[in-house]
């Protein structure tokens, strides 16, 4: 029985940090330099992506400007936050106003925890390209500490909550007293002035680029935690790749080319290139933007249909179309007859 499955994305965090530009780039087929003329989101950007057929994600990108986040967290409070799957918030690693940042991060997942406890978050740690590649890792690592503790702040927040504190006007205490203006006007519903003792928040940190293939590790893992049956797929391919005799198998979505799903035989794992996934989509995309250049196709029609690369006494791989919505890569151990039977 072939069920779909709709999941509400929130996708946040304040203007400018990248939101958009990292929606259009793996939604719309956009190059990186195409998002310098994205203007700033107003209010809601509603898209619907439909993914591997019995998966349609409802994408909310909303717009960061402080007046919009402020309405998010009080009269859109409930209609915003009820019923997410995920929430992908935005960090600017640039922004000058890391403390104003990190309040109003507090306040969207203590939103988010009140009426989807069951969301997961992945927090995007972005435009990691403007920091000098020598102290990339330890930038990254300190703003993580720092986003885990104030994650750790919001929860226990609202396991805390006690029904006095959900008065009238009241909402959450802003962190360090001095939200109060982004919760004003907010008014938890009844059911959740009760304390949730038990409450803890899934979630995965990541440091990502518009400029490199980081953005496409960070959205396969996304992309792989909603995809429904997928240990179904995963089974599948694991046997095909056995039947074939092939080191590696990849299956992409077929607008976004991320990696929904992957295989790797005993003699694949020892190849050393751990970032290869995110590097195909990065690799693939621009094949397909390319294409789509010289043949004057529109930007999301299907611009090739195989493509195949040979290393000698190395290895060999093919890029298929393989279902309605995916595309396959399967990489070869070196043998023409192989090769040509696996494809086959
Ligand atoms: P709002 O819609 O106002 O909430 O902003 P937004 O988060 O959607 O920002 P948007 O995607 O419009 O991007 C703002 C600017 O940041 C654009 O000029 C992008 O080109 C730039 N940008 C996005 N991602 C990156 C990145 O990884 N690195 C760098 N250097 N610039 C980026
Ligand atoms: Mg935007």
Redesign the pocket.
């Known amino acids: 029985l072939k069920k779909v499955k709709k999941q509400k994305v929130l ?1 946040m ?12 780039i793996i939604f719309s087929n956009y190059l ?11 209010d809601i ?1 509603l898209s619907h992506v439909k993914f591997l057929g019995n998966l349609t994600l409802n994408l909310w ?5 402080e007046a ?1 986040m402020e309405n998010y967290l009080s009269q859109q409070r409930a209609h915003v936050f009820s019923n997410v799957g995920v929430l992908i918030y ?1 960090f ?1 690693i ?1 922004s000058r106003d890391v403390d104003r940042d990190l309040a109003t991060y507090v306040n969207i997942i203590s939103a988010l925890v009140q009426y989807s406890r069951e969301a997961k978050v992945f927090v995007l740690i ?5 920091i000098q590649p020598m102290t990339r890792e330890d930038v990254f690592d300190r703003r993580v500490a720092l986003v885990r503790r104030k994650t750790a702040e919001a929860v226990a927040i609202v396991r805390k909550q006690k029904p006095e504190v959900s008065g009238v006007g009241g909402g959450l205490p802003g962190p360090g007293g001095g939200g109060g203006a982004m919760m004003a006007g907010s008014l938890p519903s009844p059911e959740l002035s009760t304390p949730i003792p038990d409450l803890e928040v899934e979630m995965q940190l990541f440091a ?4 490199d293939q980081s ?1 496409y590790k960070a959205w396969a893992s996304i992309i792989h935690d909603l995809v429904p049956n997928l240990s179904v797929i995963e089974t599948q391919l694991a046997s095909l790749g056995v039947a074939i005799d092939a080191d590696e198998i990849l299956l992409f979505e077929r607008t976004s080319f991320l990696v929904v799903s992957k295989w790797t035989s005993p003699e694949g794992e020892s190849n050393p290139y751990g970032d290869r996934f995110e590097r195909m989509s990065n690799i693939l995309k621009a094949w397909k933007h390319t294409c789509s250049k010289y043949t004057g196709t529109p930007r999301n029609a299907e611009q090739f249909s195989d493509f195949e690369y040979k290393m000698g006494a190395n290895f060999s791989m093919f890029v298929t179309k393989f279902t309605t919505n995916t595309y396959i890569l399967v990489c070869m151990p070196p043998g023409e007859a192989r090769f040509n039977s696996a494809k086959l």
Do not use: N, P, Y
């Not at 195409?34 to 989101?41: M, S, Y």
């Not at 972005?126 to 403007?130: F, I, Q, S, V």
């Not at 990502?208 to 400029?211: D, G, L, V």
């Open positions: 996708l965090g304040k203007s400018g940090s990248g939101k958009s530009s990292m929606r259009s990186a330099r195409d998002t310098r003329r994205l203007g700033a989101t107003i950007d990108d909303c717009g960061g400007q919009f935005v600017d640039e972005h435009k990691m390209d403007l990502t680029s518009i400029w953005l």
